[in-house]
Structure formats: structure tokens, C-alpha cells
């Protein structure tokens, strides 16, 4: 069985989490639940980013103790797990003992083999917001955050990064689907050309954080401590050989494209400098913006994924981000989007699709079907075939990530059955000839059963539904010849998607505050 190893970043914890976090990690769950139906062992991990002086920071600004502060929000994020449905194997927090113990050990291999020096770090620095700025950046002699600064020199640790510039471009060259998609390489590829110059990975100036091996003074650099995390979770370094190791040589982690560099350059060699293999893929996404720009905490434009999961249920959430967003691109997140979407492909097209030909067989055929044992008609086979090839496509483009256009060969599917229908008219055949009616309705329900295994990974708790109404020994497989058995047995199926009225369904709760 092949092993992949589905990584989320692990988010930081000086605000709740919004739809963007919702995003990278329904995405995430979405391709694990594809990867385990195509017969992979997956493990997927997430989690949160827990030191440095941001955190440090905000914790003091609202009176708690980091650490308190901390587990507070990382609760929160750990609860929305459950409530959009995730099937992470892993929550990992980097105060952890476990990953404070993996990050001593790496930062001491790295020191080891010659990758790490003690040296002395100087700019300008904003004592009010305790960050080092560059002469360039300075705004009227003053740090681009407004602050006063001063030219300090203090002691610092740095990270060999200068000498990667080269193994990382021929890494590069030999991975071409190494950063995904291929245009954010160019970017990487000119800031190395540009020359790497070594990463200073110790601060002294704040506490909140994993002291240096054998010098206190000094807590971990923010960013080397969390891209570790990727490590924590797979077991090292109890698990040492991580080059052997089923997961870590199948290892694709997913960001946002704003982490790109740290992820596809920093890392990388991190990891080089170590002797441990690169990871397989970075796949970066673009952002949920709001009236235009990126939604973040700091710009106060956020959505509540929880208040869409309440009112609309999971799958919808789900289903809305990944058909909204072109992956890789940026997109607008509104409610008129989401409930535009939701009437017309859940509700309408396939929820109708669902209840129109499940009440049809109960009434007309009282509830039983059987496989048409006539040669087929040209209608027929050309309906199936339809439904076949878009379900081909469907997986080729999901493993490509393009989520959003496999949802669009989904809905295609679901089109040609609501027309096969409409043009069939079933329901007309009763008196005149039913064995066509039932022919016609299986072969329905059959197609239904193909799109709803397709639906699976994005809206799981309405797809198990309806795979197991139409066959209770279903298994969440993807089959090169997916079929039913020859009789079906199956009754009406409660609403699924009941049509939101945009004006008493709910709108008036985002009111609220
Ligand atoms: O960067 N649109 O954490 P973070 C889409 N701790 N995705 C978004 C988004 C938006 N508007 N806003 C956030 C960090 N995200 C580090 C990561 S990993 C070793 C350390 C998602 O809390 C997206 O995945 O700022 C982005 O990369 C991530 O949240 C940033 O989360």
C-alpha cells in the first residue's frame, strides 16, 4: 500500500481562527479522504504555531501568562476540527515536550555537521516593537511601524544558509512539481539568484520560546521551530531514519502562497543540512480576500467558519470553499456567493436529483429496482458514458488539485442525469411500460451512486447518507468498473440540502454582531 504524509501549517494562536485556516485544512482533509479512497495509507496532520513575540505579545496585551494564553487558543482551534469535519491523525502544539525535544535535537544535528555559528546581528532596531528594520526600510528616520530606533549589535546564531543557494536550484531543477503550482518557483528561484545570505535562527530579545541547546540566553527562531513540527509529528527522533520512512518520502505539505518561501527555500535546506530528504511537494493556494483584500486578523475583515457550519451544516462549507476559490488564485468570500451556490448545486441539481428519482422508485416501483436485463439503448449508453468519463476527469483534476473544476465535472454529471430524466420522463411510463420506467430508474440510481462517491471527500456526511440508502454494504473505494448490485432496494431519503430563503435563512444571524 503507498504511504503520503498531508500536512496543514500549524496556525498561530494570537487569534481565533477564520475561513482561511477553515480553507487550507478542509483542503487538506478533502485530498486525504480522496488519497485513503484510492487506496492510500494517509496521515494527516495539523496544528498550532504556539512561540515568539507575537504571541508573547498578545498575551500580554490581554493580561494572561503566554502558555494559558496559548492553550486557550489552540483549543479553539483544535475544536473546530470536529466541526468541519476533519479527519486529522494528529494535533501537534510547538510547546509541546515532544516537539520542544525534536527541535533541541534538530538544532544540535544542524550544529553538529558545521551549520550553525555564533555571530553578531546588527540593524536598526524599533524598541517599542522590539523588531530589527534594515536602513532601507526606515521611514523618516523612524521604523516603517513608527517606532524610534537605534543601531544595536547584539549576539546571535545563524544558519549556513548561504551555502544552499546552488543544491537548492539543481533541487529545484530535478523536482520540477517540487513548489506548486510552477509559477511561484520563479519567485524562489530570483530570490536565490539574488544571493542567499545566512539566516540569523536565535532571538534574544523575548523568552517565549525553545531555548538554544546549552545557551539559554537564546529561544529557537520562530520559523525553524515550527517547520519542524512536520518532523515532530512523524515520529522523530525516536523515528531517526526518516529517509526510509513510508510517510516522510511521500510527504506534500499545503500553505498559503504567502509561506511559500519558508516552506520551498528555508526549509529545504534546513533539511538538507541535516541529511534528511526534502519534502515531495509544497502546494500553496491563494487567499479568501474580503471587499478585495486578504482576509486576516490584524485587518479585522474575517468570516466565522463555525457561525456557516451551524447554520448550513459542514458539507455546505466545505463544498463552497473548494468550488469558489480557482486553487492557487485569489478569491472573494461573501454570503450571497455561498447561499447562490448552495441553492443551485446542492439544493437544486443534485439534492433534487436525489429526492426526485429515490421517491420515484419508492412510488412507482415500490422501492425496488433491478438491473435492466435488455440490451441498452443509445440514450442509455451515451448518458453512462457521460457520467463515466466526467468522473475520470474528476480524479485526474483533483489529484492536480484543481478542486474547484472537479466539483465543476461533478456538477456536469449531475446535469446530464436531471436531463436524462427530464427528457426520459419516467414518471409517465407507469401504466404504459413500466419495465422501461424501472430500466430508466435504475440506471439513475446507478449514476447517482457513481456522482455521490465522487461527492464523498467534500461533503461527507450527506454522501455516506445517500451511499448507504442505495446500498447499505457500500465502501468509500473508488472502483475502476464502479457498480451496484444487480437489485436495489431503497425508500424516500429525508431533505438533505433544504433550500435556504436568503431572507428568513439565516441572514439576519450574521446581523448579530
Ligand atoms: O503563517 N486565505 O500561521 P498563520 C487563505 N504559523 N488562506 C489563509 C488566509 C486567507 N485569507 N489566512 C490564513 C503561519 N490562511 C505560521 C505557519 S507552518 C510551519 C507555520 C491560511 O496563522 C493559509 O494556509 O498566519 C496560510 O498560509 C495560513 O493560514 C497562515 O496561518
Not at 121 to 130: L, T, V
Request: glycine residues 6%.
Amino acid at each position: 500500500m503507498k504511504s503520503i504524509y498531508i500536512t496543514t501549517p500549524i496556525y498561530y494562536v494570537n487569534a481565533k481562527p477564520h475561513i482561511g485556516h477553515a480553507y487550507t485544512t478542509i483542503v487538506c482533509d478533502v485530498f486525504a479522504r480522496l488519497c485513503r479512497m484510492l487506496g492510500y495509507d494517509v496521515k494527516l496532520s495539523t496544528g498550532t504555531d504556539e512561540h515568539g513575540k507575537k504571541i508573547e505579545q498578545s498575551a500580554s496585551n490581554s493580561g494572561i501568562e503566554p502558555q494559558k494564553f496559548a492553550d486557550d487558543i489552540s483549543k479553539i482551534f483544535r475544536d473546530l476540527l470536529p466541526i468541519l469535519n476533519i479527519t486529522n491523525d494528529d494535533f501537534i502544539r510547538t510547546t509541546e515536550p515532544r516537539h520542544k525535544k525534536t527541535v533541541k535535537h534538530f538544532w544540535k544535528i544542524l550544529k553538529e555537521k558545521g551549520y550553525i555559528y555564533l555571530g553578531e546581528y546588527s540593524g536598526w532596531y524599533d524598541i517599542r516593537n522590539e523588531a530589527y528594520f534594515d536602513e532601507s526600510e526606515l521611514v523618516d528616520g523612524k521604523s516603517p511601524l513608527g517606532g524610534e530606533v537605534q543601531f544595536l549589535t547584539e549576539a546571535c546564531y545563524f544558519f549556513k544558509l548561504s551555502a544552499f543557494g546552488d543544491r537548492l536550484l539543481k533541487f529545484y531543477e530535478e523536482n520540477t512539481e517540487f513548489i506548486y503550482p510552477v509559477q511561484r518557483k520563479n519567485e524562489i528561484i530570483s530570490f536565490i539568484n539574488r544571493g542567499l545570505k545566512d539566516l540569523a535562527i536565535s532571538r534574544t530579545t523575548f523568552n517565549w520560546g525553545v531555548p538554544v541547546p546549552d545557551d539559554p540566553k537564546h529561544v529557537v527562531y520562530v520559523w525553524l521551530d515550527a517547520l519542524t513540527n512536520y518532523l515532530t509529528v512523524n515520529g522523530y527522533p525516536e523515528n531517526e531514519d526518516q529517509n526510509n520512512d513510508k510517510y516522510w518520502q511521500n510527504v506534500i505539505h499545503f500553505v498559503g502562497k504567502e509561506i511559500v518561501r519558508f516552506h520551498a527555500l528555508y526549509w529545504p535546506a534546513f533539511l538538507m543540512a541535516a541529511n534528511i530528504i526534502p519534502p515531495k511537494q509544497i502546494v500553496s493556494h491563494g487567499w479568501w480576500l474580503s471587499e478585495g483584500e486578504k482576509m486576516s486578523k490584524s485587518l479585522g475583515n474575517v468570516q466565522d467558519p463555525v457561525k456557516y457550519c451551524k447554520l448550513f451544516g459542514s458539507d455546505a462549507l466545505r463544498y463552497f470553499v473548494l468550488r469558489e476559490l480557482s486553487f492557487g488564485s485569489d478569491g472573494n468570500f461573501s454570503l450571497s456567493g455561498f447561499i447562490g451556490r448552495y441553492n443551485s448545486i446542492l439544493a437544486n441539481a443534485y439534492g433534487n436529483l436525489c429526492s426526485r428519482v429515490f421517491s420515484l422508485v419508492k412510488k412507482n416501483c415500490n422501492g425496488h429496482i433491478k438491473r435492466p436485463s435488455d440490451t441498452l439503448k443509445e440514450e442509455d449508453t451515451s448518458f453512462i458514458t457521460g457520467v463515466d468519463t466526467s468522473v475520470q476527469e474528476a480524479i485526474s483534476l483533483a489529484k492536480k488539485y484543481a478542486f474547484s473544476r472537479y466539483l465543476e465535472k461533478i456538477e456536469y454529471a449531475t446535469s446530464l442525469a436531471n436531463q436524462y430524466v427530464d427528457f426520459q420522463k419516467p414518471w409517465a411510463l407507469k401504466e404504459t411500460n413500466p419495465k422501461r420506467m424501472q430500466d430508466i430508474l435504475f440506471i439513475l440510481v446507478e449514476q447517482i451512486y457513481k456522482i455521490t462517491k465522487m461527492l464523498y471527500p467534500v461533503i461527507p456526511i450527506a454522501a455516506e447518507k445517500i451511499l448507504k440508502h442505495i446500498n447499505p454494504t457500500y465502501e468509500l473505494k473508488i472502483e475502476d468498473d464502479e457498480k451496484l448490485q444487480d437489485s436495489v432496494d431503497i425508500g424516500e431519503l429525508e431533505m438533505l440540502f433544504p433550500k435556504i430563503d436568503a431572507k428568513d435563512g439565516g441572514l439576519d444571524v450574521f446581523t448579530d454582531d
